[in-house]
């Protein structure tokens, strides 16, 4: 059964950083880009940051670029997103996802999706 669990969310001053975690289960972890989504009310799934199979690309949303870091451990098989200098803008859902082979910024062609955590981030 697949399974990706987030954790790590909370409520954060502006300025201040959070790290998410997510596990991956059920599914050969090292043959999945991985990806960091977020939603915020009222607004749509969009794109944060994704990490390719084996860890070596990274690409980040202009929004956070220079604030969020991904990294991935392939044993075992986490995927997590350092955030720094948080803004109330960045107060949304996060959730990780799958997408077998290779990354993209679209949230349709994910494979797997994790329940998500709250963020938030208070000015």
């Known amino acids: 059964q697949v399974q990706l669990a987030e954790s790590g969310g909370g409520l954060v001053q502006a300025g201040g950083s959070l790290r998410l975690s997510c596990a991956a289960s059920g599914f050969t972890f090292s043959n999945y880009a991985m990806g960091w989504f977020r939603q915020a009310p009222g607004k749509e799934r969009e794109f944060v940051a994704y990490?390719?199979?084996?860890?070596?690309?990274?690409y980040y949303a202009g929004s956070v670029k220079g604030r969020f870091i991904i990294s991935r451990d392939n044993v075992p098989n986490t995927v997590n997103l350092q955030m720094n200098s948080l803004k109330p803008e960045d107060t949304a859902v996060y959730y990780c996802?799958?997408?077998?082979?290779?990354?993209?910024?679209?949230?349709?062609?994910?494979?797997?999706w994790g329940q998500g955590t709250q963020v938030t981030v208070s000015s």
């Open positions: 990490i390719s199979r084996s860890g070596g690309s990274t």
């Open positions: 996802a799958a997408r077998k082979v290779v990354a993209t910024t679209t949230p349709a062609l994910y494979d797997y």
